[in-house]
């Protein structure tokens, strides 16, 4: 007498595949030799699997409709190397797979797209100091995967078209029964003829090869906005690499890199530069014209300025990316003291320091200074 496979897994002769299979999936968890060690329960789950096996397979489930039962001797089963059986054994991972819906787990994934999104690009762009405060519109050379224009991203040469794949049938991937020490599984893997995708080409583009695009070399303008900085990234939509089959491109990312300026530097929106000052012009005072990126500035040295002294020139460096507005210019000013004096000179210094009351040592041949104190403390005239 057949056995009632629809009444094993509880379900409807008109279930569709997917509640056969949802029924399956939950009688499995429920009567696995590692939930429930009862010997009954072992049997049980023997029959939910001989149930599902038959009930996933067309032709048997036909059978069982018929009156018949393909797994009995003689019923138009596949036994144990016969049709729709992969081996004698497989591993655990696909036991598993099969019970809790991964990847083996009786089919149902269907067949992959061939066109899928692209991948993003980066492109490093380096500016100088002006084009990154005040921004620029740069041109830039990107190679990335294009749209295929002889197939338009089909991938299949003209007049042709992809086929369904004769090995699958379409699905992408195909099924197998496997007898395990558990009893029997149904597992499923993606068919290699089509590689999963469920159509194969006969006929692929001569220009793209079948992917659906092709590399090249395009010029872009890219604008780069005032007051960005060294690393920033600057994001073009759907600039990037097409995908497989013509699929939407990703994004280019252009990254900016700022070259070293011989005059400022710069410190987020402020800018800084060193300027030299005689030492007369420090104690005296003076305008010095400060040259900044865009304008000439007045700037006043104080008389009496000391080394190390900075001057600061509001909104004169770097405009702020988001927003208003501009940093500011710092300008660090170098007193310099001069390092040779000819005689006259020499003189005029040291007078002016008498005038001021200041103790100049004179330095002789010798010795100087330091001969003359160890001869007072030797007790030398």
Known sequence: MAKDYYGILGVSREASDDEIKRAYRKLARQYHPDVNPDVEAQEKFKDINAAYEVLSDDRKRQIVDLGGDPLAPGGGGGGPGGPGEAGPFVGFQDIMDAFFGGAA?????????????????????????????????????????????????????AGTHPENCEACGGRGEVQSVQRTFLGQVVSARPCTVCQGYGTTIPNP???????????????LTVKIPAGVEDGMRIRLAQ???????????????????????????????DLHCRVAVPMTTAALGTRLTIKTLDSEEPVDVKPGTQPGSMLRLRARGVPHLRGTGRGDLFVHLDVRTPTKLDADQEQMLREFAQTRGEEVAELTKQGGFFSRMRDAFNGHA
């Open 105 to 157: 787990g009786g089919g149902g994934r269907g067949p992959r797209p061939r066109t899928r999104p692209g991948s993003d690009a980066i492109l490093r762009l380096e500016l100088d100091l002006p084009e990154t405060a005040f921004g620029v519109e740069a041109p830039i050379t990107v190679d990335t995967a294009v749209l295929c224009t002889t197939c338009s991203g089909a991938g299949a040469a």
């Open 205 to 219: 583009c001569p220009t793209c090869a079948g992917d659906g695009r092709v590399r090249t070399r395009r010029s």
């Open 239 to 269: 600039q990037g690499e097409v995908g497989p089959g013509g699929g939407t491109a990703g994004d280019l990312y252009v990254e900016i890199h700022e070259r070293p300026h011989d005059v400022f530097s710069r410190k987020g929106d």
